[in-house]
Structures are given as structure tokens and as C-alpha cells.
């Protein structure tokens, strides 16, 4: 399996841009997570998902911030407008509800985000 | 809400040293515990998990984490460092209703040789 695929791995754009990160879940995982990692935050969740509904968004900041999950394969999280105190690495992570795994998280890779 | 605290930002051990990373957290009913690490500019990668059964729970990389009720402690061991562990390692903890992570703050662990 490839793993938890996320794209772009990183992305500088100047604040007032609109920014969207991606993320390939791992297939068959019903569940998908959004987490952000700062040094002053730590690693918090934004948003996760299960079965391509929003569960828990509670962890968004603000609203500029939106994710979707049009399929079971694919979502994005956006950014619009962004601005410098967006700037963190963000992780996407999926987990099954069932089988061996049954509980375990796996991590992308994370975007490194740079607004200037 | 459920929270993790993990002691000691930084911690420094010589190649050969145990490695003992402190987690607690707070919940009075014992939640799901877990272990991830972190390499530079990589993603988590889970070291090892508790859900139920035996507290000593075994996982990758020699690396091995006793469950405490008692002292709602989770606490990561290994009893001789490589260098290949110096990352940053991280304790999480997940609610039975809820599927997300909170995680701790992290802590770097360094090897030296």
C-alpha cells in the first residue's frame, strides 16, 4: 500500500492567497483527519471525517478554513484568505474501523505551509 | 476533554543509556494510549498502542510502554539507545467515543555518542 499520500509536500504563497492542501487516504480506511503541527500549538486536530461526512470540526479555526470529502479517496482542506499565523505543517491521517489495525492512525507526510 | 502531558521537552541520553519518555493523562476511565515518533520532516509513524489486555505493551524498534492505572501514567522505554532513536516522540490519547487524537506536547529525544 502507499500509504497516506499528500500533496503539495510543501507550498510558499504570499497572505491573502487561497491555499488548498490534499490528501489520498489510505484505501479502504473509512476515517480521515486533518491535524496541524506548530511549535506553539503542538499537533491539534482540525477536522476529521467519517465515511466522507464532517464529524468533528470543532478544531477549525476559523472560517477561512473549509475541508471536503467529495469521495473516499480524496480531500482537501482550504485555506482562503491565508494569512502568516497560518503558516504550520499540516498532516492528514486515516484509520479503519475494523480489521487488524482497528484503531491505529496512519500519517501522510504533512504539507509544509509558508505564507509570507 | 481528554488531555496528555508529557514531562521534559528535551531529553539527552548517551548510545547504550535506557530511554525512559514520560506521558500522563486525565481521564478517569482508561482511554486508548499511544506512541508515535517523529523523524525531521517526516510524518508520525505509531510506535505502539493500548487498548485492552495486558498493560506492557511491546512495540517497534525495541520500544516498549508499561500501562499504570494507578497513575494514569504511559510511560515509553527502551532499554538501550541507538542513535537511529534520536526523533521526537510523541504520546496521544484517544476517548472511547471519539475517534481523534489529542496529543502531548513531544519530546525530543537526543542520543549522543
Known amino acids: 500500500d502507499a500509504g497516506v499520500i499528500q500533496s503539495p509536500r510543501h507550498e510558499v504563497t504570499e497572505m491573502g492567497q487561497e491555499v488548498t492542501l490534499r490528501c489520498k487516504p489510505i484505501?479502504?480506511?473509512?476515517?480521515l483527519f486533518w491535524y496541524r503541527q506548530t511549535m506553539m500549538r503542538g499537533l491539534e486536530l482540525l477536522i476529521y471525517?467519517?465515511?466522507?461526512?464532517?464529524?468533528?470540526d470543532s478544531g477549525m479555526p476559523e472560517d477561512r478554513f473549509s475541508a471536503k470529502m467529495p469521495n473516499a479517496s480524496f480531500s482537501t482542506l482550504k485555506i482562503q484568505p491565508s494569512e502568516p499565523r497560518d503558516s504550520a505543517v499540516y498532516f492528514c491521517?486515516?484509520?479503519?474501523?475494523?480489521?487488524?489495525?482497528?484503531?491505529?492512525?496512519?500519517f501522510g507526510p504533512g504539507t509544509r505551509l509558508t505564507v509570507l | 476533554a481528554q488531555s496528555v502531558t508529557q514531562l521534559g521537552s528535551h531529553v539527552s541520553v548517551s548510545e547504550g543509556a535506557l530511554v525512559l519518555l514520560r506521558c500522563n493523562y486525565s481521564?478517569?476511565?482508561?482511554?486508548?494510549l499511544f506512541w508515535y515518533v517523529q523523524y525531521p520532516n517526516q510524518g508520525l509513524q505509531l510506535l505502539l498502542k493500548?487498548?485492552?489486555?495486558?498493560?506492557l505493551v511491546k512495540g517497534i524498534n525495541g520500544f516498549e510502554a508499561e500501562f499504570k492505572k494507578s497513575e494514569t501514567s504511559f510511560h515509553l522505554t527502551k532499554p538501550s539507545a541507538h542513535m537511529s532513536d534520536a526523533a521526537e516522540y510523541f504520546c496521544?490519547?484517544?476517548?472511547?467515543?471519539?475517534?481523534?487524537?489529542?496529543f502531548g506536547s513531544g519530546t525530543r529525544l537526543q542520543v549522543q555518542p
Open positions: 481521564s478517569s476511565v482508561p482511554p486508548y
Open positions: 484505501s479502504g480506511h473509512d476515517y
Open positions: 496521544a490519547v484517544r476517548d472511547t467515543g471519539r475517534r481523534a487524537l489529542t
Open positions: 491521517a486515516s484509520s479503519s474501523s475494523s480489521g487488524g489495525t482497528y484503531n491505529e492512525q496512519f
Open positions: 493500548y487498548t485492552t489486555g495486558a498493560t
Open positions: 471525517f467519517n465515511n466522507n461526512v464532517p464529524i468533528d
